[in-house]
């Protein structure tokens, strides 16, 4: 959730800062998202000249340590600082207050990471967000809330644990007939458990595709992560995790909305009429050359059979 409050952060609250950035000044960045919590400074100390002067407006907050060793870093800008608030239920509320903007070096002494506030650019986020975007979002002006979507016909859960590296991992969910990619996606995270609810139709099949670009599967020294497929209340019909390169699974979902290997050929006389069922092969019917009803499939000539039927 984004702060609009001005007097939210107050100093000295503790708050977390997160990103891809280098983990020590003037090194490459990082290849796993980092976190690191920092102490907001007030803003009269942060003008001070040990610290960065007149230059700290109204629309800035720093957020650090006096003695330095913790801060952001190059390759952290634009970046989340975030005030987590614990609720009654155990749960908490994550405050976006701050985009990671600049600093002198890493984690100097006298020299906190500095931020741009988020509650400066109320108005900046609402217009490009409400106005421009179309956005339904909670804070919007005259916002009758989100269209609600029509419900799913059934559902698949894709539940995904990353292991060591998590960012080499990615998946994608296509309908096999039409090619159409229904849900993708990918990772940051190592060890961290995803769970994915996907709408998918009942009477479809599907490919699920997961690979690794490594080529490992989901497994380093031998530690690894794990993927698996299920329809909500079913047992997993699929999981793995030390597949190579990628991993394809094709599935089915029949009328009832459960997962099925593939889907029963139909019978082109199942959906027969009332009447039609009654009837029977008309003896004298011939087709052109002669031939009577006998030669005919039912399953392989289904509309043809249907001319040799009359009213019993």
């Known amino acids: 959730m984004w702060n609009d ?3 939210v952060p107050a100093d000295n609250d503790v708050l977390t800062v997160m990103g891809l950035g280098a983990l020590e000044e003037g090194f490459a960045g990082s290849k796993f998202l980092q976190k690191v919590n920092v102490p ?3 803003t009269s100390e942060c003008r001070e000249d040990k610290m960065y002067g007149a230059g700290i407006t109204d629309q800035m ?7 330095g060793g913790q801060d952001a870093c190059q390759g952290d ?6 005030k987590r608030v614990p609720q009654a239920d155990g749960s908490f509320i994550d405050y976006h207050v701050g985009v990671v903007s600049f600093g002198r070096g890493c984690a100097r002494e006298n020299k906190p990471g500095v931020y741009a506030r988020t509650s400066e650019a109320r108005s900046f986020i609402e217009d490009t967000v409400c106005d421009n975007w179309g956005s339904s979002a909670s804070f919007c002006r005259n916002n009758s809330g989100p269209s609600q979507s029509p419900p799913c016909e059934a559902e ?3 539940l995904v644990e990353t292991d060591t590296y998590g960012y080499e991992t990615s998946w994608s969910l296509k309908e096999q007939i ?3 990619e229904i849900f993708t996606r990918s990772y940051k995270i190592a060890f961290f458990d995803n769970s994915h609810k996907v709408c998918v139709r009942k009477n479809t099949c599907y490919t699920f595709n997961i690979t690794d670009s490594h080529g490992d599967g989901m497994c380093f020294e031998n530690n690894c992560g794990l993927y698996k497929l299920q329809v909500p209340g079913e047992v997993p019909f699929k999981s793995g995790a030390n597949f190579g390169d990628y991993e394809v699974t094709q599935f089915c979902i ?4 459960n997962h099925i290997n593939e889907l029963q050929e139909r019978d082109d006389t199942s959906s027969t009429s009332s009447d039609e069922i009654e009837c029977k092969d008309d003896k004298n019917f011939k087709f052109r050359g002669g031939r009577g009803c006998g030669f005919v499939s039912r399953k392989r000539f289904g509309k043809a059979r249907r001319l040799c039927k009359k009213k019993g």
């Not at 907050?61 to 003695?67: K, Q, R, V």
């Not at 800008?77 to 975030?82: A, K, M």
Request: hydrophobic share 35%; aromatic share 4%; with cysteine.
């Open 40 to 42: 907001v400074v007030p």
């Open 77 to 82: 800008s634009g970046g989340p600082l975030v």
């Open 61 to 67: 907050l720093c957020a650090g340590f006096a003695e």
């Open 254 to 257: 029949d009328s009832e909305g």
């Open 156 to 158: 698949l859960d894709v």
């Open 178 to 180: 039409s090619g159409e």
């Open 5 to 7: 409050n001005p007097s």
